[in-house]
C-alpha cells in the first residue's frame, strides 16, 4: 500500500546528521523497528503522558501541528530531533495531520510501567493506524457530517465504493465506461458529490491522472490487485459477492481490505453493502450545489442559511446525517418519493405524536459513531456508558407511537415510517454492570488502575476483593489514631506515596519519640516517614487487592464491550430506524410551523407551483413577521405567472396587454387612482420585518419550454430562480414545499448557470467559467432536465453575450428531442423577441415603478417582456457618488436616443446640451456603424421626410423614394457572407425604422 501524495515520513530515519551512536539505545531500537513496520506513516510513540515523534517524522508533524521541534540530549552535536503531543488532546492532532494527508500510526504502551522489573523496556504495539479516510475518534468528526473513504476498480465497468468507516456505512455502484474511454462524467460527478477524503485505486495511471483532475484535494492511495479480491476480503457483508466480473465488489473488498490492514476492530459495525445506481437520484453536480447554497452558503462557506439548515430540525445526529443524505441525493422514482410523502404527512397530521417522538428521539446519542467507539481499542467505560443511554431511550420511541385516542387518524403507519426496535438485552446488560455515573479515564496504559466503574453486586468476586481493601483501608485510616496515641505525637500522619506506599510520617522534631518497630522508608524536608511489618502488610493487601479489582473491572469491561459488538447488527437496525424517523419528523415539524403544503409528484413533465415562496430567503425577510394570505396578495390577470404581492397597480389587464404588445416597460404611475403604495412600504412589512411576496411558476415542454426572465436589477429574478429549483428538490426529498401548491413532473437533473467568479488558480477568466458550465449544461441536459439560466454573456462584448445567449436559448428551444423546462433571466431585452418565433418560448418580468424619483421593487412576476433594468437607480442604492450618477444618466440618454458622434459610434463624451443635430441619428443602442459611405448617408437621409409619401413632382407615384433607394443601397452593400444572423436581424430593424419614420 503506498500513498502518491502523503510524504514518506521517515522512511530513512537515520538520515541526516544524526549518528547511529544517537539511535542505538533500547527505546529508539524499539522505535525504530515499529517506523519500520509502518514507513509510510507517523508514529505517535506512547511515552507516559505523551506522544512523541522522532526524526523526520517530528520534523514533518511539528509545523503543521504548531509544537515545538526540539531534541533529545541537547547537548550532543548529533541530538535526535523530536516533538510530542499530550495524549489526552491527540485526537485534535490527529485530525490536523490526516486533513495534510498523513497517515498516523498510533503506538501505545500495552503494559504497565510499573509491572516492568528493572531496566526493562515497556511493551508497545501499534493499536490501530488513522489515515485521512479513516477518522481517529469517530465522535471527533462532525455530528451531522460523514468522513468517506473510496475505492475504484478499472474494468469495462468501473466499480466504485464508498464507506464511512465511524458509521459503517458501505455502498457501491458500477458504471459503464464512456466512449472515450475515460472515467464517465456521471462517475466523477458521484465522487464529487461522495467528497473522498481518501481514494484507495489500483496501479492504473490514467485512473490516477483522471482522479487528480477531478478530486485534486483527495489522498490517492495505491493497492495491489490482490486487495480487490472479494474471496480474501477480511469480511463479508451481506451483499458483497466473490464475483471477478462485478466491479462494484472489487472496489468494496479494496476498502475492506484497507480497513482491515489499518482499523480491524471497525470491520464489525461493516455489515451491508448497500448496492445502488447513479439512475436511482437526481443528479446535482458540485456547480449546482453551490449555486444554489444546498449545504454551504456563498458568503462565508458556513452551514447558515442553506437549504439544508433551514430543514433540518432533526434531534440527533443520526438524523441530521440522513436528512443530509436525503438532500445529497433528491428521488426520482415516483412512488418512492410518495412514500415518503405518506410518512411524512402521517406525522404532519398528529401534532401531539409528532412532539412525543420527537421529545423521545432527544435522549438517544449518534448510535453508530457510539458502536464505532466501542469497537475500538482505546474504547472507555464512559463510552459504554453513552451506548447504554442511548439503548435505554430506544423503548419510549416505540411507546411514543401506541394507541391513543388523538392519533386515530387514518390507517396503520405507513411503510416508509420505521418505528426502532429496542435491543433490551445489551441495555440491561450494560445497566446491570456498569455505575450511572462513570467518570472519564485516562487513555491508554495511564486507566489501567482505575476502577469504580462497575455495579456493586454485578460480580461476587469482584466485590469480596473491594470489600477486603475497603476494610484495610479503614485499618490504615485507624492506624494513625492507634500511633498518635501510643507515641504521644499529636502531629502524627499516615501518607501515602505512589512509589514508596503508606508511611507514618513523624516531624523532625518528635524523632526522638519514635518506637523502636518504627523502619525508616522516606526522608522529607522537614519529616521522616516509617513503616511497621503490621503496616507493610496491610498495604500488600490493599495495593494487592485493588491491583486485582481493577483487572477484574478491566475483564468485566472487556466482556461488556465484546458483547455489545455482537448485538453491532441490532444496533445498527435500530439505529437506521432513528435515523429515518429523525428525518421525517424534522420535514414534518418545518412543513407544519411554516405553512408548507404537500406537493404532487409525478411521471409527468410539467411543473407548476401556485405561490412558491424561497424557503431560506422568506424566513430571514420576516424575521417574525407574517406571510401574506393568497387573499391579500390576488394573481394577477392575464397570464399562468399570476404573482402576488403587498401593493399592486390598478393599470386594466387591456392596459398591461397593450404595454407589453408595445414591447415597453410600466413606468411610473404617478396618480393616486392608477397606483397607491402601501402604508408600510413595497413589500407588505409587519412588525417583524419584510413579507415574502409568493410568484407562480408554469413550465411545460409541450407549450412553456423556456421562460425568458427581464426585469430590473435586485428586483426578485436570481432570488425566483433558486426558489423554483429549491422546490423541486424538496418535492423530490419527499418534503412538503412552500407553495399553496405545486405539481412536479420528475426533474432527473437540475442544472445552474449563476452568477459570476473566475478560477485564477486554473488560468480561468469569469467569461471561461460561464461558458464552462454551459457548454455542460448543452452537453448533459435531458428532457427530464431542470435548466435555471441566471445571466449569460456577461462576461464579454456585448454583441458577442447576445449572440451567445440568442444560440443558447433557440438551442434549448429547438433541438429534438431536448425539451428541458429552462428558467433564463437576462439584462438582454432583445431575448424578448424569441417569444415572436418561438412557439414554446414565453417572456415575464418582475414588476417596478418609479415613485418620487425612487425606484420601488414591487418583487411581483407578471407576464411580458421588460424593457428597463434600473441599473443607475441600483447603483444610486449602492452609494455611487452623485457626479457618477449624473454622468451616467446623461451617456445613457445619448445610448437611448441613439445620437452617434462623427466616426458613427454612439455619443459618450459630450454632454446631451452638446449634440451636434447633424450627427444625430435614431438608431437604437446595439445598432451597427453603417458599411460603407452609401448605407452611412442612410441614416441623415431618412431624417428628411416627415409626412405621408403622396405623388408629388419630385416623386410621383410608382418611383421610388430616395430613402428607400437608401435602404437598397445599403442592402446591395451588405456582405451576406460575413453577416451574422443577429447583425442582420439588427439591420432590418434599422432599415424598417427609418422608413416607418419617413412615412410618419
Not at 475500538?376 to 443511554?389: E, N
Not at 401593493?647 to 396618480?671: F, H, L, N
Request: glycine share 8%.
Amino acid at each position: 500500500m503506498s500513498d502518491e501524495r502523503t510524504p514518506r515520513a521517515g522512511a530513512d530515519p537515520a538520515a541526516g546528521p544524526v549518528a547511529k551512536s544517537a539511535l542505538d539505545t533500547p527505546m529508539m531500537r524499539q522505535y525504530l523497528a515499529v517506523k519500520a513496520a509502518h514507513p509510510d506513516a507517523i508514529v505517535f510513540y506512547r511515552m507516559g503522558d505523551f506522544y512523541e515523534m522522532f526524526l523526520r517524522d517530528a520534523e514533518i508533524a511539528a509545523p503543521l501541528l504548531d509544537i515545538a521541534l526540539t531534541t533529545r540530549d541537547k547537548n550532543k552535536p548529533d541530538a535526535v530531533p523530536m516533538c510530542g503531543v499530550p495524549v489526552h488532546a491527540a485526537d485534535a492532532y490527529l485530525a490536523v495531520l490526516a486533513e495534510h494527508g498523513h497517515r498516523v500510526a498510533i503506538c501505545e504502551q500495552v503494559e504497565d510501567a510499573r509491572a516492568v522489573s528493572g531496566r526493562q523496556l515497556v511493551r508497545r504495539e501499534v493499536v490501530e493506524v488513522v489515515t485521512p479516510g479513516l477518522a481517529g475518534d469517530p465522535q471527533a468528526i462532525e455530528a451531522g457530517a460523514e468522513l468517506t473513504l473510496a475505492a475504484l476498480w478499472p474494468g469495462p465497468a468501473i466499480g466504485l465504493a464508498v464507506l464511512d468507516a465511524s458509521t459503517g456505512h458501505l455502498r457501491a455502484t458500477a458504471v459503464e465506461r464512456s466512449a472515450s474511454g475515460g472515467l464517465p462524467a456521471a462517475l466523477l460527478e458521484e465522487l464529487r458529490r461522495a467528497a473522498p477524503r481518501e481514494v484507495v485505486l489500483p496501479d492504473d495511471a490514467e485512473l490516477a491522472a483522471a482522479l487528480a483532475r477531478a478530486l485534486p484535494d483527495a489522498v490517492r492511495s495505491r493497492a495491489g490487485a490482490e486487495c480487490f479480491d472479494a474471496a480474501r476480503a477480511p469480511r463479508h457483508p451481506d451483499g458483497l459477492r466473490a464475483d471477478a466480473d462485478d466491479p462494484a465488489s472489487r472496489a468494496a473488498a479494496a476498502l475492506l481490505d484497507y480497513v482491515g490492514r489499518y482499523q480491524p476492530f471497525a470491520l464489525a459495525q461493516i455489515a451491508r453493502l448497500r448496492r445502488y445506481a447513479l439512475s436511482d437520484a437526481m443528479v446535482l453536480d458540485a456547480v449546482t450545489r453551490a449555486h444554489l447554497e444546498l449545504f454551504r452558503n456563498a458568503e462565508d462557506g458556513s452551514r447558515a442559511r442553506t437549504l439544508l439548515a433551514r430543514i433540518d430540525e432533526t434531534r440527533t445526529p443520526l438524523g441530521a446525517r440522513r436528512l443530509a443524505r436525503w438532500l445529497a441525493y433528491p428521488l426520482v422514482d415516483p412512488e418512492a418519493i410518495l412514500a415518503r410523502q405518506a410518512a411524512v404527512t402521517f406525522l404532519f397530521e398528529r401534532d401531539r405524536l409528532r412532539a412525543r417522538v420527537r421529545e423521545a428521539l432527544r435522549p438517544v446519542r449518534d448510535l453508530e459513531r457510539l458502536l464505532a467507539k466501542a469497537a475500538r481499542p482505546g474504547a472507555t467505560p464512559p463510552d459504554l456508558a453513552a451506548l447504554r443511554g442511548s439503548l435505554e431511550a430506544l423503548p419510549a420511541v416505540a411507546t411514543a407511537f401506541g394507541p391513543r385516542e388523538e392519533d386515530l387518524i387514518g390507517d396503520a403507519l405507513p411503510a416508509a415510517l420505521p418505528v426502532p426496535a429496542p435491543v433490551p438485552r445489551v441495555a440491561e446488560l450494560l445497566r446491570e454492570a456498569l455505575e450511572d455515573e462513570v467518570r472519564p479515564l485516562p487513555r491508554g496504559s495511564r486507566g489501567a488502575l482505575e476502577t469504580g466503574y462497575v455495579r456493586a453486586g454485578f460480580h461476587a468476586e469482584l466485590d469480596g476483593i473491594r470489600e477486603a481493601v475497603h476494610k484495610g483501608r479503614e485499618w490504615i485510616a485507624g492506624l494513625e489514631a492507634e500511633e498518635r496515641a501510643r507515641t504521644g505525637i499529636p502531629t502524627l500522619k499516615i501518607r501515602f506515596h505512589p512509589v514508596h506506599g503508606y508511611g507514618i510520617e513523624v516531624t523532625k522534631a518528635n524523632l526522638e519519640r519514635v518506637p523502636a518497630d518504627y523502619e525508616r522508608r522516606q526522608t522529607l524536608a522537614n519529616a521522616e516517614r516509617f513503616a511497621t511489618p503490621r503496616l507493610r502488610e496491610i498495604e500488600r493487601q490493599v495495593r494487592g487487592g485493588t491491583e486485582r479489582a481493577a483487572a477484574l473491572e478491566r475483564e468485566i469491561f472487556e466482556r461488556l464491550r465484546l458483547a455489545s459488538l455482537e448485538a453491532a447488527a441490532e444496533i445498527s437496525r435500530a439505529a437506521e430506524a432513528v435515523a429515518e424517523l429523525d428525518a421525517l419528523a424534522s420535514l414534518a415539524e418545518v412543513a407544519r410551523r411554516d405553512g408548507w403544503t404537500r406537493p404532487h409528484v409525478d411521471a409527468g413533465v410539467r411543473l407548476e407551483i401556485r405561490a412558491g415562496r424561497h424557503p431560506v430567503v422568506e424566513p430571514l425577510l420576516a424575521q417574525g413577521g407574517r406571510r401574506p394570505t393568497r387573499s391579500e396578495a390576488e394573481p394577477s390577470e392575464g397570464g399562468p405567472l399570476h404573482g402576488s404581492a403587498g401593493r399592486r397597480p390598478t393599470r386594466s389587464p387591456q392596459g398591461r396587454e397593450a404595454a407589453a404588445q408595445r414591447g415597453e416597460a410600466e413606468r411610473s404611475v404617478g396618480p393616486r387612482e392608477e397606483w397607491e403604495p402601501s402604508e408600510g412600504g413595497p413589500l407588505h412589512g409587519s412588525a417583524g420585518g419584510e413579507a415574502f411576496v409568493p410568484n407562480d411558476a408554469e413550465l411545460d415542454p409541450t407549450t412553456r419550454q423556456v421562460l425568458v426572465l427581464t426585469g430590473p436589477n435586485m428586483s426578485g429574478k436570481s432570488t425566483y430562480l433558486r426558489q423554483v429549483a429549491l422546490i423541486v428538490l424538496l418535492a423530490q426529498l419527499g418534503s412538503y414545499v412552500p407553495a399553496e401548491s405545486a405539481r412536479v413532473g420528475v426533474v432527473d437533473r437540475v442544472f445552474t448557470r449563476v452568477g459570476a467568479s473566475d478560477r485564477l488558480a486554473r488560468g480561468e477568466s469569469t467569461f471561461m467559467v460561464e461558458m464552462r458550465e454551459t457548454a455542460e449544461i448543452l452537453a448533459h441536459a435531458s428532457p427530464r432536465s431542470l435548466i435555471i439560466l441566471d445571466e449569460i454573456g456577461r462576461g464579454t462584448s456585448t454583441f458577442d453575450g447576445l449572440s451567445i445567449a440568442w444560440a443558447v436559448a433557440e438551442y434549448l428551444h429547438d433541438t429534438p428531442g431536448l425539451g428541458a423546462r429552462t428558467l433564463f433571466a437576462t439584462h438582454y431585452h432583445e431575448l424578448t423577441d424569441l417569444a415572436r418565433t418561438k412557439p414554446r418560448v414565453a417572456n415575464a418580468h418582475f414588476a417596478a415603478r418609479e415613485w418620487n424619483d425612487e425606484v420601488v421593487f414591487l418583487r411581483r412576476l407578471v407576464e411580458g417582456g421588460a424593457s428597463r433594468s434600473y441599473g443607475i437607480q441600483v447603483a444610486r442604492l449602492a452609494g455611487l457618488p452623485d457626479p457618477v450618477i449624473r454622468r451616467a444618466r446623461a451617456i445613457l440618454e445619448n445610448l437611448e436616443s441613439g445620437e452617434l458622434d462623427a466616426s458613427g459610434r454612439p455619443r459618450l463624451a459630450a454632454d446631451a446640451a452638446d449634440r451636434a443635430p447633424e450627427a444625430a441619428a435614431q438608431l437604437g443602442l446595439f445598432g451597427e456603424r453603417p458599411r460603407d459611405p452609401r448605407a452611412a448617408s442612410f441614416a441623415q437621409r431618412a431624417q428628411v421626410s416627415r409626412s405621408e409619401p403622396t405623388a408629388s413632382e419630385d416623386h410621383p407615384v410608382g418611383e421610388r423614394r430616395p430613402e428607400e433607394l437608401a435602404v437598397l443601397d445599403a442592402l446591395r452593400a451588405l456582405r451576406a457572407e460575413e453577416t451574422t444572423p443577429l447583425e442582420a436581424l439588427a439591420a432590418i430593424a434599422r432599415w424598417q425604422a427609418a422608413l416607418r419614420e419617413e412615412k410618419s
